[in-house]
């Protein structure tokens, strides 16, 4: 697999979602009239008065027209001139990241030309387009109607009509769903900090809907499907996300003054960022971190003075414990060891004879600082890899909150796994 990241979730997640979302918005959207005028028609009022219902079972296979009209006011001419191959590309592109929804029952008054009242029920299938847009440093996700299709029960007392309700009534209804609702909602994507992520690569398949990143700004071209958990949403990240996250804070400092025999000074320990990942079956993380010790001392022997520079390195392995809080995913160290220290003592060829009766002890006195120090260092630090942001949006007046509550780690393939519940406020 060539993406790092991806995040996603199930026909079971999302659907619940919706309906309440519907059930709060209801009847504003949902419910309206318009004055039209078509060969047959004066006016309609409608009513949506049964939650749509998401479809993820596949992804939809769209034609050169289903998105066509759709844009066509916003491109420019050159933009519309595609050769053969580029709309295929295009085509597979969107029919990857389109869903269909269903409106199972959608009350329709229609007032006539000779101005007598028609009264139907219709059910409507639409073609939903998820499309991905930047703000600032932030991606986002949002989704658009493309084109919908409609069912009438005893169609064939209805049958005259069929051609303006597909023709005027079906467009309406789009156009409504579309700006009073659709437009109104973007889903912000993961957020990692200071790092530039591509936009997402949203993809249809087997009743989930993922989408695809990686660090930096070029997209993956390909993606693996998984064995995605169900009735949760999710984010997976592999190693090399988590290191490039993980890196930010990196070096990290501490200093103690030293104090031994006739040897005095300070040490500072320093430590650098974690690497080799290896996600464990437990979901922990092992890695390696490389550390350095650094110290100024003075030998002081009578009236006599020297200084030196002892320095070291050493690589500590260390175990991670993935933490989730408020939605942020945070690496705590679970785990240490911390080798010995093999010194260079940096002082001096004409001063080594005066040093060397008290190397050894020397030595194991600044391994004795070195480890506490290093340890402090570690044991202290929260490192921020990414955040689950708050979904937040404002729909005739009524505010929603989407937040991923009770997150958990595990490992999926090469993934670590982050899943949790959404919760709306």
Known sequence: MNYNIVMGTDNKTLNPLVQQIYQKIYPNIFKGSKDIVTELFLAVSYDINESPVIDLSQSVQLKKEDFQSHYISELSEEELFLDAHEETLILD????????????????????????????????????????????????????????????????????????????????????????????????????????????????????????????????????????????????????????????????????????????????????????FVIQTDGSIEGKIDAELLAQLTLKKGFFKISFGPHGKATIKATFKPVVHNGRLLLTVKDLNIPKLDIDFGIAKWAEYLLKPLSFGLSLALNEIFLPLVSAILRQVEIPIMHFPTISFEIKGITFNIDVIEAKTSKLDKLLLISGIPSVR
């Open 93 to 276: 592109m969107l029919s990857k990241a389109t869903f269909q929804a269903y409106f199972p029952n959608i009350n329709l008054k229609l007032k006539l030309k000779d101005t007598s009242l028609l009264n139907i029920n219709i059910k409507v299938s639409a073609k939903v387009n998820i499309q991905t847009s930047i703000e600032g440093k932030q991606n986002y996700l949002s989704a658009n109607i493309l084109t919908a299709d409609l069912k009438i029960k005893d169609a064939e007392d209805y049958k005259e009509y069929i051609d303006e309700l597909k023709k005027h009534i079906l467009p309406l209804l789009i156009h409504v769903l579309n700006k009073d609702l659709l437009d109104k909602i973007k889903l912000p994507a993961l957020t990692f900090k200071d790092v530039t992520i591509s936009l997402p690569i949203p993809v249809v398949e087997k009743t989930f809907v993922t989408a695809y990143s990686c660090i930096g700004a070029i997209q993956p071209d390909t993606y693996t499907s998984l064995n995605w958990p169900a009735e949760i949403v999710f984010a997976g990240i592999d190693s090399h996300a988590i290191e490039t996250m993980a890196a930010i804070p990196f070096p990290l400092k501490k200093e103690k003054e030293f104090s031994w025999k006739i040897i005095s000074g300070h040490v500072l320990a320093q430590v650098f960022n974690p690497r080799a």
